[in-house]
């Protein structure tokens, strides 16, 4: 790669350094910016040190120092962040990482990187870094198509859909006949929101013999859902049968996640019955998904007011009540009819009892969390109950967690015992002793929380004091 100049605006870098990421990054680059243990304390410490210069010199020699002491996961981590928070770092960090010793030739990586300089006033270097990329990394047209899949999502993902475009014909220019570069192609397409030509693609792909998976076709339906398209959609949702597919697990939740797309709540609602009929079992993506359009609860969670519901029968009764959609509460309701996500996301062992809330939403992790408290009191306890929350990881914004903030703040509410580990904070725990007087004590609770607008208000002064006793000792022990 050529010669990068650093860019001297140390203040818009910090700025972007606290921008959220794109919600069209590359699932690829999510997952090596995921890392990991050391790799993200250090990328952490790395970020703090960017913060801090104030020279394009400093800067280089913070990144040069970094990528040539932490291992080859490490430095990827740090770069697909900074790609993905469109850090102009990001730009000199990769020509660091081009130079070491273990560098291997990334499609995703260059892709960014040359959006990112196009998106930075360099189309002359981004132009360089692809023409080299594809001159001296790549073998085949299969290979070049796929990069030119990748330029197209990271391009069009920085509102650059002229150029995204312009690879695009260069793409269809190509004798590709990959299976793998249909897909991509596909992807690319609806990431770009131009569903009627990854429809084209999908149907290309048919007629060359492959056989595209409900992925594909729940990629071009929720294009279309996105759009408005209710009818080209549900085309495409029923076209996977005539293509083969089996309406399994996966294709019954895809179908689920294209009417959450474009928050049809009255279809959600029936394809859910009709997967409890089938005996289809709603995913943990499809849970996170048809909770997150409920716009009446994305309000209760996000605000958090005195009149919180701590159970799932009082949430259902608000939903009924304060919901402007007739179908929101009934498709709550019919969601908690499952117990299959809770189950996966509960173990259950001799010693602990553990609810692991990584990869859930705040709104979906609410309602587990009201699920979970219904499951253990029926339950006998083991020697110790735990929330794993994380610590902010994969958060929007790195390092907040969101999810921990509300389970805290829940828990708390219910005058749950469970308290942040000493040993993990990202894990709430407590003995089954405490937890089951907690919960024998509860169902009072909730009964004054379903008649009152205010039940914390409304509780004996006795009770709220040993409440806030116990509390108090516990943290101190």
Request: proline residues 4%.
């Amino acid at each position: 790669m050529p010669a990068v100049a650093f860019l001297s605006a140390p203040a818009s870098a910090a700025a972007a350094r606290r921008r959220r990421f794109s919600p069209a990054a590359s699932a690829s680059l999510r997952r090596v910016a995921s890392g990991g243990g050391s790799s993200w304390r250090s990328e952490r410490r790395l970020m703090s040190e960017l913060e801090r210069t104030v020279t394009a010199g400093a800067a280089e020699r913070v990144i040069r120092s970094y990528v040539g002491t932490k291992s080859e996961r490490a430095a990827l981590a740090a770069l697909s962040r900074l790609l993905m928070d469109s850090d102009p770092l990001a730009i000199p960090f990769y020509e660091a990482v081009t130079q070491a010793r273990w560098f291997k030739w990334s499609s995703i990586h260059a892709a960014a990187v040359a959006a990112l300089l196009e998106v930075n006033g360099s189309p002359g270097e981004s132009r360089s870094l692809i023409s080299d990329s594809i001159s001296q990394h790549l073998q085949s047209t299969d290979e070049v198509a796929l990069f030119y899949c990748d330029l197209m999502a990271a391009f069009s993902s920085h509102g650059l859909k002229d150029r995204a475009v312009d690879f695009y014909t260069e793409l269809r220019s190509m004798p590709h006949t990959g299976r793998k570069a249909y897909m991509a192609m596909t992807k690319s397409l609806c990431l770009m929101g131009l569903a009627s030509e990854a429809e084209e693609a999908l149907r290309e792909m048919v007629s060359l013999g492959y056989q595209p998976e409900a992925f594909q076709f729940g990629l071009v339906a929720k294009c279309y859902g996105k759009s408005g398209s209710i009818v080209e959609m549900e085309r495409v949702i029923a076209s996977m049968s005539d293509a083969g597919i089996r309406l399994g697990t996966g294709a019954a939740n895809i179908v689920l996640s294209c009417y959450s797309s474009c928050r049809d709540h009255s279809k959600m609602l029936v394809w859910l019955k009709k997967m409890r009929k089938l005996r289809i079992a709603p995913t943990a993506k499809a849970y996170n998904f048809v909770l997150n359009s409920c716009p009446t609860l994305a309000l209760v969670v996000q605000e958090l007011d005195p009149s919180l519901p701590l159970s799932t029968a009082v949430l259902v009764k608000k939903l009924k009540s304060a919901s402007t959609l007739a179908s929101e509460a009934e498709l709550v309701h019919e969601l908690l009819a499952s117990s299959s996500v809770l189950d996966k996301a509960t173990k259950w062992s001799d010693t602990e009892v553990k609810l692991n809330l990584h990869g859930f939403s705040t709104i979906a992790a609410y309602v587990l969390m009201l699920q979970w408290v219904d499951v253990i009191k029926s339950r006998t306890l083991p020697m110790e109950v735990s929330v794993v929350c994380g610590i902010g990881k994969h958060s929007d914004v790195r390092g907040e967690p969101k999810v921990r903030e509300l389970a805290q703040e829940v828990l708390s509410r219910m005058g749950s015992p469970l308290r942040l580990s000493t040993r993990n904070k990202g894990r709430l725990v407590a003995k089954r002793d405490r937890v089951t007087q907690w919960l024998d004590s509860f169902p009072v609770l909730e009964e004054v929380t379903d008649k009152l607008p205010d039940a914390t208000s409304q509780q004996p002064f006795v009770f709220t004091l040993f409440r806030k006793l116990g509390q108090f000792f516990s943290t101190l022990v």
